[in-house]
């Protein structure tokens, strides 16, 4: 049996599907964070039959739930304080987002004008579909 010690100040992210936690990890920029992170892959769960963990002890502030919500809002976000689970976080898509993927549209204004951003705005909630804010070519990036 693994044993992975608590965190005394963070969070900790649970139900993350198998295999997703290292695209979590650089999604949310935490290799550039100056904080421990512990990364649990394939743990047994009865929910989901495998299950990734993430372990972050560094402030809740650092954490971009938008950017969470939208590689997966069924992820439980645990904010740790003194040692325990003091409040869970609920994960709603985003409306938008910014930067976070590419318009893969060869004519959109994005790939002629390189420092524009690139905002996708949640078109389909029911079907978590986002469109291109700019061109409207639908997000086809899997994170």
């Known amino acids: 049996m693994l044993n992975v010690g608590k965190i005394e100040e963070g969070f900790v992210l649970d139900h993350i599907k198998a295999g997703k936690s290292l695209s979590i990890y650089h999604h949310l920029q935490l290799d550039k964070l100056d904080c421990t992170v512990a990364i649990i892959k394939n743990a047994k769960s009865s929910k989901m039959g495998k299950k990734d963990i993430l372990k972050v002890e560094c402030d809740i502030?650092?954490?971009?739930?938008?950017?969470?919500?939208?590689?997966?809002?069924?992820i439980t976000v645990n904010v740790i304080k003194d040692g325990k689970i003091v409040s869970k976080k609920e994960l709603l898509l985003p409306k938008e987002i910014k930067n976070v993927i590419r318009c893969k549209n060869p004519r959109c204004i994005t790939s002629i004008e390189q420092g524009l951003p690139h905002i996708f705005v949640l078109s389909d909630e029911d079907k978590e579909i986002y469109r291109c804010k700019y061109c409207e070519e639908k997000c086809t990036e899997n994170l």
């Open 61 to 74: 502030d650092m954490l971009n739930l938008d950017v969470l919500a939208f590689i997966d809002h069924n």
